[in-house]
């Protein structure tokens, strides 16, 4: 096999940008509060993420999703955008954001190149918003969602990570509104990252959210929405436009199928979110590394990718958080 391919034959056509390390939410079970961001200096400028994309892009790297840390925390992210859709070869350029500042950005963004856009949201209840991510936001993901929709990013897809005692009693409201609201609903395990301030309860296995929703609203029907190129299975209930999706990230292993890297906000190329190896790309794009250099440091990363995770009850011990990876 031609382009980039790891040691287990996975072929990886998709890159997880990471432009931040920061984000205007502190969610219980991403952030460590006490941990110090990066230094300005050390992320990564547009046209170095350009660079390593377009590197990418000529070993077979299709699609780019911008993360973060909140994405919408860098300025003038749309020309960011814009340089990436641009590339040959970057067929999909989308986001993953946690909603509050996309009401304002959405058309631009759009306008941009952006595809589409996940955002991420725990709960439907404005003090529970509060507590679980420390601020009092929640109106404005909901106008983010909305003008998403609007601008046309779509489908929207709303990412809930099920807490055990905090929002798992709010499956069924999130899954309703696939019915009302023609939305889009993700279910995510919790996955249990050693640091993490909210560890703890244990998972909440997406068997069980299907059971929850299955005894209370009706039987779900497998369908295959095109956009869904990643871990999750989906669903419909009966009546419904919007889908359910469900990623056992840590009851169901996708391992096999993965097909992805991810790039950190400052330069590390790492082949698995629960794996710390990482290759750096940061010093080599600041000593004038050519786009062929930068290949071989792609096609090295592919030989590092292990074939499973080892995420288990114990946790992930983890040197890295959440919101610098890139989730
Ligand atoms: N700020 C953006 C957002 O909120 O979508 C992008 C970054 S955030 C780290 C990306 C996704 O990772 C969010 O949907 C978040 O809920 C999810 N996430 C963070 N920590 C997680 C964990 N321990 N287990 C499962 N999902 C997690």
């Known amino acids: 096999m031609t382009g980039l391919v790891d040691s287990f034959s996975r072929r990886i056509n998709y890159m997880r940008v990471s432009v931040t390390d ?11 509060r006490s941990a110090p961001h990066l230094r300005h200096d050390d992320i990564l400028r547009y046209e170095e993420i350009e660079q390593v994309i377009r590197a990418a892009a000529r070993l077979g790297v299709m699609k780019v999703r911008l993360t973060g840390g909140e994405p919408l925390m860098r300025l003038h992210l749309h020309r960011l955008v814009e340089m990436l859709a641009g590339i040959e070869g970057i067929d999909e350029v989308s986001m993953t954001t946690n909603g509050t500042h996309l009401a304002r950005h959405a058309a631009e963004l759009k306008a941009a190149g952006l595809k589409r856009v996940n955002i991420s949201l725990d709960t439907l209840k404005a003090d529970r918003f509060r507590h679980i991510t420390g601020e009092d936001r929640l109106r404005d993901v909901l106008r983010g969602i909305e003008a998403a929709g609007r601008a046309g990013l779509n489908p929207v897809k709303l990412n809930m990570v099920v807490l055990r005692g905090v929002n798992d009693d709010e499956v069924l409201d999130f899954a309703r509104r ?46 295959f929405p095109g956009s869904g190129n990643g871990p999750a299975k989906y669903f419909q209930l009966p009546g419904a436009t919007g889908t359910l999706g469900f990623i056992g990230a840590v009851t169901e292993c996708f391992c096999a199928e993965c097909n992805r890297f991810r790039l950190t906000a400052d330069g590390g190329l790492r082949p698995c979110l629960l794996d710390d190896d990482e ?39 983890d040197k890295r958080r959440m919101r610098q990876i890139g989730g």
């Not at 920061?22 to 460590?32: E, H, V, W």
């Open 279 to 317: 290759i750096d790309l940061k010093g080599p794009l600041r000593s004038g590394a050519t786009t062929e250099e930068l290949e071989q440091l792609i096609l090295r990363a592919a030989t590092l990718k292990q074939k499973q995770h080892h995420l288990g009850d114990e946790g992930i011990p």
């Open 178 to 223: 696939t019915v009302t609201d023609v939305w889009h609903v993700r279910f995510i395990e919790h996955m249990p990252f050693v640091n993490s301030t909210s560890r703890a309860n244990g998972v909440v296995p997406v068997a069980d959210i299907i059971r929850t929703i299955e005894a209370s609203l009706g039987s779900l029907e497998p369908c």
């Open 22 to 32: 920061r984000c205007d939410l502190s969610c219980i079970y991403c952030t460590d």
